[in-house]
């Protein structure tokens, strides 16, 4: 079994940075592959990014790519998102995941990012 709790979310403007946090429990956790999905209002959720368990090999939506890293430290079970450059359509509700053999077994309770413009 694994917990998950996001943290870091919050009001931004546009152009500004955001860290956020996905803290695990359980000692399995350097298992998984972990990730990021969002979901903006009124919209579906969607993929943002991943990480393999070793932290070997990363994937990003395009709408991600060269503004947001994520990284894992399995010494703190955790998970990190940091953003860059935020725009207002990143604003949405950010779900981290823990996954096996591509399944989304575990999902944390979501942490909210709002971009002013």
């Known amino acids: 079994q694994v917990q998950l709790v996001e943290s870091g979310g919050g009001l931004v403007q546009a152009g500004g940075s955001l860290r956020l946090s996905c803290a695990a429990s359980?000692?399995?956790?350097?298992?998984?592959?972990m990730g990021w999905f969002r979901q903006p209002p009124g919209k579906e959720r969607e993929f943002v990014a991943a990480i393999t368990w070793n932290g070997g090999s990363t994937y990003y939506a395009d709408s991600a790519k060269g503004r947001f890293t994520i990284s894992r430290d399995n010494a703190k079970n955790t998970v990190y998102l940091q953003m860059n450059s935020l725009k207002p359509e990143d604003t949405a509700v950010y779900y981290c995941?823990?996954?096996?053999?591509?399944?989304?077994?575990?999902w944390g309770q979501g942490t909210q990012v709002t971009v002013s413009s």
């Open positions: 995941y823990a996954g096996l053999a591509g399944r989304y077994n575990y």
């Open positions: 359980g000692r399995t956790f350097s298992s998984y592959g």
